[in-house]
């Protein structure tokens, strides 16, 4: 079965080609990574899935729905979340205020309050915090909490646009088992991400995009043994 697929995806700004022609498809239950330098169109990827950004596709396809032609409220209804690069809470608001605006398109109910016990349970910080404003916490709690506002949506894929970004050592080992406890749940998961450490550790299989094209895609064990990928990616 395949969570996500997609087909012949282009995104231009202007004159500026960001995304060309992108083919790619998360397998359900599986988590795709996909890397990439600075600019290379990884955010803009991930905004044109959502329907953030006016974008071109052949395909685009959650399981058997069609979704090529879906705004981006009704990607989250269909069971589609985004965890938006720089976090992005409402930090004016209480803790869990952001994560009832994650729940926007649910009813309040039993099913809803089980979700937001669900992520307290899963970031027992949040639950602790739950009181506080959100612009009070840490980075890595803030992204604790832009994860956790996904989830009330109850997605059945989510997409993650580099959520270790400047979150130290300690920080990206606690995100690295969120995902992979997620993963194990049988979330499927795209992630778009600089940290290729991170990212073969969480995925089973990447695309590394250069200059908005996929220049490889390989399962990740193969990926992080590749000399130019460790030599680009990983420093090594
Ligand atoms: P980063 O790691 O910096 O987020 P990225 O791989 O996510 O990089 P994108 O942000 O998708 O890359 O950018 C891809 C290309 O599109 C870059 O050349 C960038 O300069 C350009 N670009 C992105 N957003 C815009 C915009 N709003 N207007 C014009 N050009 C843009």
């Known amino acids: 079965m395949t969570a996500l697929s997609v087909e012949g995806l282009t995104v231009h700004y ?134 956790g506002r996904a989830l009330m949506s109850r997605p059945r894929l989510l997409l993650l646009d580099e959520p270790s970004m400047g979150l130290s050592p300690k920080l990206v080992e606690d995100i690295l088992a969120v995902l992979l406890r997620l993963r194990g749940e049988g979330l499927s998961l795209l992630l778009v991400e600089q940290n290729a450490k991170l990212t073969f550790e969480a995925t089973s299989s990447c695309l590394v995009v250069e200059n908005g094209e996929v220049a490889m895609r390989d399962t990740s064990e193969k990926l992080r043994h590749d000399p130019r990928v460790r030599q680009i990616y990983l420093g090594l």
Not at 31 to 47: E, M, Q, R
Not at 81 to 105: C, S, T
Not at 121 to 142: C, D, K, N, T, Y
Request: proline content about 4%; some cysteine.
């Open 14 to 147: 202007g004159g500026v080609c960001a995304v060309r022609d992108l083919s790619f498809e998360v397998p359900a239950g599986e988590a795709i990574g996909v890397i990439g330098a600075n600019g290379a169109g990884k955010t803009s990827t991930l905004k044109a899935v959502m329907g953030l950004i006016p974008r071109k596709v052949g395909k685009l396809r959650l399981g058997d729905l069609d979704l090529s032609r879906t705004s981006s409220r009704d990607m989250v209804r269909h069971g589609i979340g985004y965890v938006p690069e720089g976090r992005h809470v409402f930090a004016g608001l209480p803790v869990e205020k952001n994560l009832l605006l994650g729940a926007y398109a649910r009813k309040w109910n039993a099913e809803t309050r089980a979700t937001l016990a669900e992520v307290y349970e899963l970031f027992p910080v949040l639950g602790e915090m739950r009181h506080r404003l959100a612009g009070a916490l840490s980075g890595g709690q803030q992204q604790m909490l832009a994860i």
